[in-house]
Nanobody, 123 residues
């Protein structure tokens, strides 16, 4: 049973930073992609960033490129999201997700999801 557990959300002022973590368990993740999505109230879930478990190749949504950094620790089975220069529009619940196979930004193609962690950016 795959489990993803996020942590690190909170309240931060605009311009500040937060670091989210996702601990993955239940299988080996070779050949998988790990991703972060977010969902703001009244909006659809949107892609933020993804990383290849094997190669470490990374992918970013345009709106976070240069501000957010995804990384993984293959030994600890964790994926982290370092968020800097945060904006009020970054306010959302952030979800960690995993899929076996190639990269995609489509949330419906991810197999497992964490419970989410709230990030609130005040202006």
């Amino acid at each position: 049973q795959v489990q993803l557990v996020e942590s690190g959300g909170g309240l931060v002022q605009a311009g500040g930073s937060l670091r989210l973590s996702c601990v993955a368990s239940g299988r080996t993740f070779s050949g998988h992609h790990m991703a972060w999505f977010r969902q703001a109230p009244g909006k659809e879930r949107e892609f933020v960033t993804a990383i290849s478990w094997n190669s470490g190749n990374t992918y970013y949504a345009d709106g976070v490129q240069g501000r957010f950094t995804i990384s993984r620790n293959n030994v600890k089975n964790t994926v982290s999201l370092q968020m800097s220069s945060l904006k009020p529009e970054d306010t959302a619940v952030y979800y960690c997700a995993v899929r076996r196979g190639d990269y995609t930004s489509r949330p419906d193609l991810y197999d497992y999801w964490g419970q989410g962690t709230q990030v609130t950016v005040s202006s």
